[in-house]
């Protein structure tokens, strides 16, 4: 099974910045794509963001574009996800998950099935 292991969220004010970063400890990760997603309470999870692992090309949720931005740190065996103006509509669990492929978006059998523990992220004056 793979492991990745979140880390990075905590209580921010509207207009904030939180970095998150996923790990990967046993994979490589960064041969793979490897996604953001996030589930507030009564919500459906949502993709937030994806990078892809041919290329490197980024995709993001409309709700979260030109504020938020995905990266890799290979050095750390990483993806980062750079939050700004953060809303309170950001406030959820996120997560992020690999198919071990190289391509995004990642499937929705491996969200609903991803039963790592997220970090919460809490947007709120």
């Known amino acids: 099974q793979v492991q990745l292991v979140e880390s990075g969220g905590g209580l921010v004010q509207p207009g904030g910045s939180l970095t998150l970063s996923c790990v990967g400890s046993?994979?490589?990760?960064?041969?793979?794509?490897v996604g953001w997603f996030r589930q507030a309470p009564g919500k459906e999870r949502e993709r937030v963001s994806c990078?892809?692992?041919?290329?490197?090309?980024?995709t993001y949720a409309d709700s979260v574009k030109g504020r938020f931005t995905i990266s890799r740190d290979n050095a750390r065996n990483a993806v980062d996800l750079q939050m700004n103006n953060l809303k309170p509509e950001d406030t959820a669990r996120y997560y992020c998950?690999?198919?071990?492929?190289?391509?995004?978006?990642?499937?929705?059998?491996?969200?609903?099935?991803?039963r790592g523990p997220g970090t919460q992220v809490t947007v709120s004056a």
């Open positions: 998950a690999t198919d071990e492929t190289q391509h995004c978006p990642i499937s929705d059998h491996t969200i609903l099935g991803s």
């Open positions: 990078i892809s692992g041919a290329t490197g090309a980024a």
């Open positions: 046993v994979l490589t990760l960064d041969y793979y794509a």
